[in-house]
């Protein structure tokens, strides 16, 4: 497909946490304003002045975080935040209810299509509705014997975390540190493998993005599905702890699976601050690095739009655009770019969900 204008081809986008936004906004009643226009980063007006044709949308419970010290915290030369208490079953499930509410009501509003399949999201990107997966980042909401899950799924589920960064009964997220390797603590735990194995046989993908390393490698020995991470950066340009090192891109390779790059500005610049002047370039970095060690095939974006700070020249998905100019005057030819805007997350879905 020819790169013909500023809007084509489609972004289909690894992590969104927009329906957190509106969770806090007012929960279902807010999805009104997702259709005429809202703060933040994602809303139908923005996304169709960007191109913007859906991706992950994350059902996230929230920790009581004051956000703006934990901002201050990483502008900070060095920092290792505390993490968050882990959040009981109990707590946890009503506010994942209540966030796919939402998600279902943007859906009957007619502003995005939830997806099951790969010919959804083909269809819905064919037709001009937002494609949306139903994603959960940080199983909290998911018993140990896993009826939840079941039930989920059974709702559209498609897409499962197993941790955010505090700790589940399934395992040990990676805190936020700069300097650090990802290498942070114990693996899963045995109800994490249980997990792994229920979510291969329903075809769910787990996201091993704020997985620490151990629980990385136990995923890889256990997991049958190629290795996915939706939100993560090359580690060896930005030595965080979110980010995945060499060795894990290689294994990622060898299962044929994908990375989608993240905008959080902490995780792309080497000084590991976030703040919000970086350029473009710097993007296109993280992309080629991440080409060089998985391949043209397995590397996409993953933005953590509504959820992080990102470059300040793509602050909302109506910014898009120039992100997609930076790539086409780096060099890189309308193929590739169509693979990294959306066509290697179609190939990838496909494989994990089967046709």
């Not at 620490?212 to 993560?232: C, I, K, M, Q």
């Amino acid at each position: 497909m020819a790169l013909t204008d500023s809007l084509h081809p489609l972004v289909f986008d690894g992590h969104n946490d927009v329906l957190l936004k509106l969770y806090r906004a007012g929960g279902v009643a807010a999805a009104e304003s997702f259709v005429a226009g809202c703060p933040g980063a994602l809303d139908v007006p923005a996304a169709r002045a960007g191109g913007f044709g859906g991706g992950f949308f994350a059902v996230f419970v929230p920790s009581p975080t004051d956000l703006a010290v934990k901002f201050e915290e990483m502008t900070k030369p060095e920092y290792q935040l505390v993490l968050p208490d882990a959040i009981d079953w109990e707590d946890a499930f009503p506010v994942v209810m209540a966030q796919a509410a939402i998600l279902f009501e943007l859906e009957r509003l007619g502003a995005v299509k939830i997806c099951r399949t790969v010919a959804d999201i083909r269809a819905a990107l064919a037709s001009g509705v937002m494609a949306a997966i139903f994603h959960i980042e940080g199983a909290e909401a998911i018993d140990a014997d896993l009826h939840t899950l079941e039930v989920l799924y059974q709702a559209g589920l498609r897409s499962l975390g197993p941790v955010w960064s505090r700790p589940t009964i399934f395992g040990d997220g990676v805190p936020f540190r700069f300097p650090s390797s990802p290498d942070t603590g114990a693996g899963l735990t045995d109800a994490g493998l249980r997990l792994v194995k229920r979510c291969n046989q329903l075809r769910i993908m787990l996201d091993l993005s704020h997985l620490n390393e151990a629980g990385f490698w136990d995923v890889a020995r256990h997991s049958d599905a190629p290795l996915v991470a939706t939100h993560s950066n090359a580690h060896v340009l930005c030595n965080h702890s979110r980010n995945l090192t060499d060795k894990q891109l290689a294994a990622i390779a060898e299962t044929d699976g994908m990375v989608g790059l993240n905008f959080a500005v902490a995780f792309l610049r080497e000084d590991g601050k976030m703040l919000a002047d970086v350029p473009l370039t710097q993007i296109l970095r993280h992309i080629d690095h991440l080409i060089a060690q998985v391949g043209e095939d397995r590397v996409g974006l993953g933005s953590d739009y509504d959820g992080a700070v990102v470059p300040e020249d793509v602050t909302r998905v109506s910014g898009l655009p120039a992100l997609r100019r930076a790539m086409q005057d780096h060099g890189y030819g309308d193929a590739l770019i169509a693979k990294l805007c959306h066509e290697n997350w179609l190939r990838v879905l496909e494989k994990t969900w089967g046709g």
